[in-house]
C-alpha cells in the first residue's frame, strides 16, 4: 500500500531541440543584456572615477556620481509615468463608455426603488386602516363620554 502512495518521480527525457532552442533564447534575452548593462555601468564608474583622479575638479566628479546616481531613480520614474499615463488613457475610455451603462443602473435602481415603496405602501395600508379605526372609535368614545360627563354635572 505504502508503494501506492510513493509517486513516480522521474521525468520523461527532455527534446534536444527545443531544449537547445530554450537555452539559446535564454542567451539572448536574458544573459546577454544583463552583461551588457552590466559592462556599461561599470564603464561609467570607471570613467567617473579617471574623471575624479585626473586632475579635474572634485565637483565635476560629484556631479558625474550624482547623475550615476539618479539614473536608476528616473528609469523607475519613467515607470510610474507610463503606468499613471496609462491610468489617464483608461479613465478617458471609461468616461466615454460608462454613462450609458451607468443611465440603465440609475433607471433600474429607480424602479426598484419605486416598486419598494409601492410594496411597503400596500403592507402597510392594512395596519393603518385597523389602527385609523381604533383611534375613530376611541375618539366616538371620549366625545359620547364627554358628554354624558357634561349633562350629569348641568
Known amino acids: 500500500m505504502l508503494q501506492l502512495l510513493v509517486m513516480n518521480t522521474t ?11 530554450h537555452r539559446r533564447e535564454t542567451f539572448w ?11 556599461v555601468m561599470l564603464g561609467l564608474a570607471v570613467w567617473a572615477v579617471l574623471t575624479a583622479t585626473g586632475g579635474s575638479s572634485v565637483e565635476h566628479a560629484a556631479g558625474a556620481a550624482l547623475i550615476f546616481l539618479l539614473i536608476p531613480a528616473m528609469f523607475m520614474a519613467l515607470f510610474v ?7 489617464a488613457y483608461l479613465v478617458i475610455l471609461v468616461n466615454g463608455k460608462l454613462p450609458p451603462y451607468l443611465r440603465q443602473a440609475q433607471d433600474f435602481f429607480a424602479r426598484a426603488r419605486d416598486f419598494v415603496g409601492m410594496t411597503a405602501d400596500k403592507l402597510v395600508e392594512p395596519v393603518l386602516r385597523a389602527q385609523s379605526g381604533i383611534a375613530a372609535l376611541k375618539a366616538i368614545q371620549r366625545e359620547t363620554s364627554f358628554k354624558n360627563f357634561k349633562t350629569k354635572d348641568s
Open 81 to 87: 509615468l507610463a503606468i499613471l499615463g496609462g491610468l
Open 29 to 39: 534575452q536574458i544573459t546577454l543584456p544583463l552583461i551588457l548593462g552590466a559592462l
Open 11 to 21: 521525468q520523461p527525457p527532455r527534446n534536444p531541440h527545443t531544449h537547445r532552442r
